[in-house]
């Protein structure tokens, strides 16, 4: 028996997507009428074309863009789960940037009294340590810690060592000058990074291999400002509890995001050192810009992953807690066979009326 046929209007109403839907959907080869009438243009679809018009009808409203659904929807049903999962977990983070960018907005708009009784603070740099390693033959990364500015910087090719050193002396000024306006420290920030990724490109010169990783904190009035791209890491030590507070911009880390590769499995990964982003790319670089809510009493981990490939976060958190911890942890790193250079700077946050004296 031959199988009755679905006029567009049935269709549109069965498969939750609107008629102007389906004919774009048409133009666009992403789901085709079983048959067009030749006189009239009008279109007729199969009952069994529903389950593919209702996979687009969900992920449209998902917001997923029409090229990814059509990728999607050629691919078998596990792997069009996977491929569903990696797209919402890029849609969270982007998500999570704009909702703490919002939160900022929001609060400095809606505050009129901010900057007459809020707390003003600083950071008090415990220790920053930089070393090569017991591997490399030079060091790569550079390192900065002021009172107002923390920043690590992990160099790659030929060049490295130009660059990440370029990437950490462009942010000096914002230690060394006037202090920004808490309303203004993220973009003052960002202005930061993009000078800093010409720097980069300066020193590295005809080197198109060599660029660098950069994550740095700015901290003015009761603001906190991070820009971050690459594989350095940032940590929040609050309370006796370790925070990571940077997702890392590397092949392994989507791989993770995404389900189809274990923590296990990431850790010996063959591609872990392949970067996603870096300054001095080619590209305009497009550093993760974050505003954190800093208190008295936080501790503040800036390292390069020499440190974070070879030594487990508990430890990280245990050696974070006491004396000297910037030397502690790269003195971890070497001993667990020190096979990258590694860098850390920390940081206490302070009230910057107090009279605080910090351990180390």
Request: glycine share 8%; with cysteine; net charge negative.
């Amino acid at each position: 028996m031959r199988e009755e046929l679905l006029t567009i209007g049935a269709f549109a109403r069965a498969s939750g997507l609107s008629p102007k839907a389906l004919r774009l959907y048409d133009e666009l080869d992403l789901l085709r009428p079983l048959r067009v009438d030749p006189d009239s243009g009008y279109r007729h679809y199969a009952p069994a074309q529903l389950e593919r018009a209702r996979l687009v009808a969900w992920l449209r409203r998902l917001g997923m863009p029409l090229a990814e659904i059509r990728t999607v929807c050629a691919l078998d049903r596990p792997a069009a789960g996977r491929e569903i999962r990696a797209y919402w977990a890029r849609v969270e983070a982007e998500l999570a940037v704009r909702r703490d960018l919002a939160a900022f907005l929001v609060d400095q708009l809606t505050d009129e009294t901010r900057g007459d009784g809020t707390m003003t603070l600083q950071l008090r740099c415990t220790t920053a340590h930089s070393d090569r390693g017991r591997v490399r033959p030079v060091n790569q990364d550079a390192v900065y810690a002021g009172r107002r500015l923390l920043a690590v910087a992990d160099g790659f090719g030929p060049a490295g060592a130009p660059a990440s050193s370029a990437a950490v002396a462009a942010l000096r000024f914002l230690d060394d000058g006037a202090e920004p306006a808490a309303g203004s420290v993220l973009d003052t920030l960002q202005e930061a990074v993009r000078g800093a990724d010409q720097a980069v490109r300066d020193a590295a010169g005809d080197d198109e291999s060599a660029g660098t990783t950069l994550t740095a904190l700015l901290l003015t009035g009761s603001r906190l400002a991070l820009a971050h791209i690459g594989d350095s890491r940032a940590y929040l030590l609050r309370d006796g509890e370790l925070f990571r507070v940077t997702q890392d911009h590397s092949w392994v880390q989507s791989l993770l995001d995404e389900g189809r590769l274990t923590p296990e499995e990431a850790e010996s990964h063959p591609q872990r050192a392949l970067l996603l982003k870096a300054l001095g790319a080619p590209g305009s670089p497009s550093p993760d810009l974050r505003l954190r809510s800093p208190r008295p009493g936080d501790r503040y981990l800036l390292c390069s992953d020499g440190l974070t490939t070879v030594v487990p976060e508990p430890r990280i958190a245990a050696l974070l807690s006491g004396p000297s911890p910037a030397e502690a942890l790269v003195t971890a790193a070497n001993t667990a066979g020190g096979p990258d250079n590694v860098s850390c700077a920390v940081a206490d946050v302070v009230e910057a009326e107090a009279d605080v004296t910090i351990a180390g």
